[in-house]
């Protein structure tokens, strides 16, 4: 166990929607950076949320948002839901800028119909 | 994009053989890191190499690290059933953040 929480596990949504995925880092990390994978692919950048800041994005459009709270806990939030949307959303956790390895949560499996 | 490629993209071994996945990546990095995956479940750390080390050891894992080649590669050493899962590196930039940039994986079925 990583005690990186994310939540919920499974979520069916369909085209158009807007949805909201939720992650609650590891105790004492300041560090929230969000992926997607798709089936058979690896994981791919989002977004990475350093002391309630955006701190980098990687190559997805603007409807893709994100906030880290005070308690560095954070949110994915997806407006108008594609269906190349549908795909395994993973959060990590980590001390930011330290160099060491990033601790992921067990994924919210989002599929859009 | 994704920067990393790990060879092979499937590997089939039988029970205390030893598996050996490797990786390759595009740009300068601060660490590579290697993670493992159950079927596509969340991502478990196995082992991080700086960029100024060339080997590291971890349990039944060895790591070895050419930055002048731009590759890692990751060797299990008497495989278990329950090494059965996907296998990705990941790329850190020099800055050190956490910003993965990850290959596609090798996906290894180690038959009992």
């Known amino acids: 166990e990583t005690g990186v929480t994310q939540s919920p596990t499974h979520l069916i949504k369909t085209r158009g929607q807007q949805v909201t995925l939720r992650c609650s880092s590891q105790s004492g990390h300041n560090t929230v950076s969000w992926y997607q994978q798709a089936l058979g692919q690896g994981p791919q950048f989002i977004f990475q949320y350093y002391r309630e800041e955006e701190n980098g994005r990687g190559n997805f459009p603007p409807r893709f948002s994100g906030l880290q709270f005070p308690n560095y806990s954070s949110e994915l939030n997806v407006n108008a839901l594609e269906l190349d949307d549908s795909a395994l959303y993973l959060c990590?956790?980590?001390?930011?800028?330290?160099?060491?390895?990033?601790?992921f949560g067990q994924g919210t499996r989002l599929t859009v119909v | 994009s994704q920067q990393g490629e790990e060879d092979p993209q499937a590997l089939s071994i039988q029970e205390g053989e030893n598996a050996t996945m490797n990786c390759s990546y595009k740009?300068?990095?601060?660490?590579l890191q290697w993670y493992r995956q159950n079927s596509g479940r969340g991502l478990v750390h196995l082992i991080l190499?700086?960029?100024?080390?060339r080997e590291k050891h971890s349990g039944r894992l060895r790591v070895t690290l050419d930055t002048s080649k731009k590759s890692s590669s990751l060797l299990i050493t008497a495989s278990r059933a329950a090494d059965t899962a996907s296998y990705f590196c990941a790329t850190a930039p020099p800055s050190g953040s956490e910003k993965l940039v990850f290959g596609k994986g090798t996906k290894l079925t180690v038959n009992p």
């Open positions: 190499i700086r960029s100024n080390e």
């Open positions: 740009t300068s990095i601060n660490n």
């Open positions: 990590a956790s980590s001390l930011g800028g330290s160099g060491l390895e990033a601790f």
